[in-house]
């Protein structure tokens, strides 16, 4: 649900932060208060095209920011905010933010995370649908309204399995066109292939081998030095009569005279016999070492050229190993399907029948289902008509064969026949406002179990409708908002009494400047709005509001 709308310099709108309620949240107020603007700052942050005339005048730019709880929405927003690089919802709560200026700069925001205005309308069409003579009706999508016919009628499993027939097909039509080439590219791409997969598979390569050649090359580049050192470590331990060892004797023979003097010089002596010990085990160790040194040009030169080699296929083919191999592979596969071309043609156009036939009868099975289901839809569809003043009017769906698509092979169109004698035409060429809004309030109460957009707004839907239609409406609002938040601009003092949350928007001057301000009511101040709806604050219209809103 909606929980704040904020907005800054918009028009008549100075600094202004409507806090929202579960529920039918109604907007009333005197023509020309103000109530459009609340719409269009909606609009604004749910992707819509920016009119730069409505920044307050003295004003450098405008932002609207938008508060939603997604908590019901989690499963399916979090992935897509991480499919689009944004930031996760904290605490169940999604910012929608637009700033836009006078010089032409226009930046939106999704948690924090700076977005194009193509994702976040995108974002918002699964949040909020406008109803109202100057907006986007996603009703009114032949898209749309054939989920709608699929959810009404529980057909998303069936839908599902086309979807996934019709994504197989093109799975192999995509391998079947790989395949088909003309001659000479055919030609081209198997020499390449072929090429590659040589030049690999030649190098017999192992996924850690570069480290191992280049720690042996190491070592062998440099022998010689390699070699020096451990020699002349050797001749410092027993060289010449000045050499660690001999040096080591001369005090062996001190420390054992001072033992015979002093026997509790005694741990000298196992000391030094440690001592001697332990540079014995690095001369036998450092004479090794030199042993396996290899002045070997041969093999330097065999090593620098594995490494070239190893670089040349990195360049060429991964930037490890591993991917070089794995290069490997697939072009081995590449290869094989394309030597095996006709092979490989014919088991793809024999899959492509069988999917073919199997594309045919689901399709059918699907439309007959959609047949059945279309009755059932338009006659409860028209009955909610009937309550709203359509008393003899209806609501049709048509339904034409199609090529498949992931839907199925059917285009479905909503019709309505607003007046008897005249004929249907398609929802989305309806003139009046009035007719369209209340066409899209009849659909609501009757898939709002079945829609998942969480807040209706719906902007003059009481348009040419009075009387019994008048409560009819507010019933209808007051429906919908048990499963959906409802925001309702209406002038007519029945659908506004229907509400959960009844605000008011007023026109005030202050310091010589125009302002709008919106403010919630309680108790007798919605009386008193009421009252103002139907006509006065007179004995009698203040009587009926009474009677209205005691009647909720």
Do not use: W
């Not at 002038?491 to 008011?504: G, I, S």
């Amino acid at each position: 649900m909606l929980t704040t709308l904020r907005i800054k310099n918009l028009a008549l709108v100075a600094d202004l932060t409507l806090e929202l309620r579960p529920g039918c949240n109604v907007i009333t107020g005197e023509t020309g208060a103000g109530k459009s603007i609340l719409i269009g700052a909606l609009n604004l942050v749910l992707g819509e095209r920016a009119d730069r005339t409505l920044i307050r005048a003295g004003a450098d730019s405008c932002a609207v920011e938008a508060v939603f709880d997604v908590a019901k929405l989690r499963k399916s927003l979090a992935p897509l905010l991480e499919e689009l690089g944004l930031e996760p919802c904290e605490e169940n709560q999604l910012v929608l933010k637009r700033v836009f200026t006078a010089a032409g700069a226009n930046r939106q925001f999704v948690n924090g995370s700076p977005t194009t205005l193509t994702t976040l309308a995108a974002i918002g069409e699964g949040l909020v649908d406008m109803h109202g003579p100057h907006d986007h009706q996603s009703l009114l999508h032949p898209a749309k309204q054939l989920a709608i016919l699929d959810a009404f009628g529980g057909l998303q499993a069936e839908v599902a399995a086309f979807a996934e027939l019709v994504r197989r097909r093109a799975t192999i039509e995509q391998e079947k066109a790989a395949l088909i080439v003309d001659e000479k590219a055919y030609a081209q791409q198997l020499d390449l292939l072929r090429h590659q997969v040589q030049e690999i598979s030649s190098a017999k390569l192992r996924p850690d081998e570069e480290a191992e050649v280049e720690a042996e090359h190491r070592r062998t580049s440099n022998a010689a030095r390699l070699l020096e050192l451990s020699q002349s470590a050797l001749g410092a331990l027993d060289g010449d009569d000045t050499s660690l060892l001999n040096q080591l004797g001369a005090l062996g023979r001190t420390v054992q005279e001072l033992q015979r003097v002093d026997a509790s010089a005694k741990p000298f002596a196992a000391t030094h016999e440690q001592a001697v010990a332990a540079l014995r085990d690095l001369q036998t160790d450092l004479s090794r070492y030199a042993d396996r040194v290899d002045l070997d040009p041969a093999r330097l030169a065999q090593l620098e050229e594995r490494l070239n080699l190893i670089h040349s296929l990195k360049r060429k083919y991964g930037a490890a190993l591993a991917e070089v191999i794995s290069f490997c592979d697939e072009a081995k596969t590449k290869l094989h399907g394309l030597e095996q071309r006709d092979a490989e043609l014919a088991r793809l156009n024999g899959a492509l029948g069988n999917l073919d036939a199997d594309l045919a009868k689901t399709g059918r099975e699907l439309t007959a289902a959609r047949r059945k289901v279309i009755p059932k839809l338009t006659k409860s569809v028209t009955r909610q008509l009937q309550d709203l003043g359509f008393q003899r009017s209806e609501l049709g769906v048509s339904l034409a064969v199609t090529a498949p698509t992931a839907s199925g092979c059917d285009a479905v169109e909503f019709q309505f026949a607003p007046n008897p004698g005249e004929p249907a035409r398609p929802l989305r060429a309806i003139a009046s406002s009035g007719e369209m809004a209340r066409v899209m309030l009849a659909l609501k109460t009757v898939l709002a179990a079945e829609d998942e957009i969480p807040v209706l707004v719906f902007d003059e839907v009481d348009a040419n409708v009075g009387g019994e239609t008048a409560n009819a409406v507010g019933d209808k609002m007051r429906q919908i908002a048990r499963a959906r938040q409802v925001l309702c601009i209406t002038h007519l003092a029945p659908v506004a009494a229907a509400a959960d949350t009844h605000f008011v928007v007023t026109k005030q001057v202050r310091d010589g400047r125009t302002l709008s301000d919106i403010q919630p009511l309680i108790a007798m101040q919605r009386v008193d709005e009421l009252a103002r709806m139907l006509g006065g604050q007179s004995e009698a219209a203040r009587k009926h509001a009474e009677a209205l809103l005691s009647a909720r």
